[in-house]
């Protein structure tokens, strides 16, 4: 049961323009969101993330939408850049003490054409 | 900063042998995370450590697998005896506990069972 989705395997934007990762969940206790990056062999990196009691959260290019009612959130990156070339991860967890572990999606290769 | 340290980066060994991956959580953390990363399945949660102490460890495939966190700066994964099957990436990430935290993960091991 694949509580986290994300549909889309890959995405190719040009730079300069935005990219929208999208990822869908099931698990109504959830009530936090966070989205990884990764690079080949490397670790993935915490890049931004949401409590349920938002709906929005920006950090400089990188902005998550929560809509709780449809089960729904995005990442959008813009400017897209190069370096942003990567697979991005979507996860979710119902946090409090015993609940921390992180359900993660199964992944989006975004890639940026120069 | 250091960051969550895991080794080896890579273990190529025959199936039946004992296997052991390694990791030091970032400093201050109180919670270590054990997770694998397939094709097929994408990442997985293993088990999960809250102040050394075993949380959740329903995410371990079977009796091969064992973890432990001795003290607050090491913990393993042992696989004994290794299958073929077991071949994946393994990530070590850890957090700070109190609330919602993003979990830090360090580069993984690439382990290869022949």
């Known amino acids: 049961d694949q509580q986290v989705k994300q549909n889309s395997p890959s995405l190719s934007v040009q730079e300069g323009r935005i990219s929208i990762l999208n990822c869908d969940y099931t698990?109504?206790?959830?009530?936090?969101f966070l989205w990884y990056k990764k690079y080949p062999a490397e670790g993935p990196t915490f890049l931004i993330s949401i409590s349920s009691i938002k709906d929005k959260n920006e950090d400089g290019r990188f902005t998550v939408f929560l809509n709780k009612s449809a089960k729904h959130l995005s990442l959008h990156i813009v400017p897209s850049q190069p370096g942003d070339s990567a697979v991005y991860f979507c996860?979710?967890?119902?946090?409090?003490?015993?609940?921390?572990?992180?359900?993660f999606g199964t992944g989006t290769r975004l890639t940026i054409i120069p | 900063d250091a960051g969550v340290i895991q080794s080896p980066r890579h273990e190529v060994t025959e199936m039946g042998q004992e296997v052991t991956l390694r990791c030091k959580p970032i400093s201050g953390h109180n919670s270590l995370f054990w997770y694998r990363q397939t094709m097929m399945r994408g990442l997985e949660l293993l088990i999960y450590?809250?102040?050394?102490?075993?949380?959740?460890d329903s995410g371990m495939p079977e009796d091969r697998f064992s973890a432990k966190m001795p003290n607050a700066s090491f913990s393993t994964l042992k696989i004994q005896p290794s299958e073929p099957r077991d071949s994946a990436v393994y990530f070590c990430?850890?957090?700070?506990?109190?609330?919602?935290?993003?979990?830090?993960f360090g580069d993984g091991t690439r382990l290869s069972i022949l």
């Open positions: 990430a850890s957090s700070s506990t109190g609330g919602h935290q993003p979990q830090h």
């Open positions: 996860a979710a967890s119902h946090g409090g003490f015993g609940n921390e572990k992180l359900t």
């Open positions: 450590f809250n102040n050394n102490v075993p949380i959740d």
């Open positions: 698990n109504s206790m959830f009530d936090y």
